[in-house]
């Protein structure tokens, strides 16, 4: 097995050296860390696997030059691809909704990423599946882009430092809206992600660990990359996709689990008071998986400190996805 570093994403703020700082190893006889976190890596573009140093993509690609394309962001763990069926039907229907011709079939795509994920050597990480429009001119015009382009990209990360799994997140409100879905579809997993980004930067002059994005209405869409749930008397209750959520595959499956614990579940619109008197509050993603938010805008959420709810469906999400998913590598 080739050696893995893994890559925090998106590491809060340490401004002096703490117990909690961890330090990145050297990586020896290379002069720049991986952006990927592992060895030697492979990526596969358009049929084709090339080192990190020679994957490259064409200027004229119109995913560079306007966000044309979609993406999907996938975990596999001890060998196994999390959900992948739940995550390309997803992918296919972003694709849809732009007008975007897939030039590969389902069962092409899903060996395709097996096959990236075997020529990296690992059995547990993260996948970046993106579909560009592919190479164009400089117009706008995505009917001058003949063929899409397909990249697959496998990555060891973690998003977040263990140890705020057991002490949670801070989380601010942040002034910049979720995209209506008059304009963009938050439905659709672009590569504009912009409006994200920009509420992104909210949080970090903050010193936040993520951003509160409110819709027009002023009511709770989801987090900058996590959609976003709190529980209250027992009762599990998280945004609607109307309200400009996203539909996560992890928070689908928070769902399941809660349903098979026996707690209750709602999709509402929620709205920042909520989360301030919420007895417990977590998000879900999928680089993020489960994590337990502790304060927002200042204030303690419950106890200031992770719930029992979210505890239990943490221990059984981690259960899950050890235990189920696409297999990777040939069973014996």
Known sequence: MKTTDAVVLDEPKIHEPTADAVVEPAIEARATPSAVGVKDAKIYI????????????????????????????????????????????????SA?????????????????????????????GYVRLLVTRGIGNLGLNPMQCKWPSVIIIV??????????????????????????????????KSLNYLNNVMARLEANLADADEALM??????????????????????????????????????????????????????ADITRHDIYTADECFLTGTAAEIIPVVKADGRLIGNGKPGPITARIITRFREMTRETGTPIFAEH
């Not at 990190?52 to 996938?74: T, W």
């Not at 949670?168 to 659709?188: D, E, F, Y």
């Open 96 to 124: 849809r909704s732009i007008c975007l011709e897939m030039p590969m079939t389902k069962e092409e795509m899903t060996e395709a990423l097996l096959e990236a994920i075997r020529q990296n050597h690992l059995r547990d």
């Open 155 to 188: 990555a060891a990360i973690t998003l977040y430092r263990e140890n705020l799994y057991r002490k949670g997140l801070t989380i601010v409100t942040c002034a910049t809206r979720r995209c209506s879905p008059g304009a963009l579809n938050p439905a659709v």
């Open 214 to 267: 409110l819709n027009d209405a002023g009511n709770v869409a989801e987090c900058t990359a996590d959609n976003v749930f709190v529980v209250k008397r027992g009762q599990i209750v998280t945004p609607p996709v109307t309200a400009g959520a996203l539909r996560g595959i992890t928070r689908s499956v928070a769902f399941e689990i809660a349903t098979e614990l026996g707690f209750k579940t709602l999709k």
């Open 46 to 93: 358009d049929g084709k696997f090339y080192s990190e140093a020679d994957a490259k993509i064409s200027v004229f690609d119109h995913g560079l030059l306007y966000g044309d394309g979609i993406f999907e962001g996938i975990r596999f763990y001890n060998g196994r691809v999390f959900r992948l069926g739940e995550h390309l039907d997803r992918l296919w229907d």
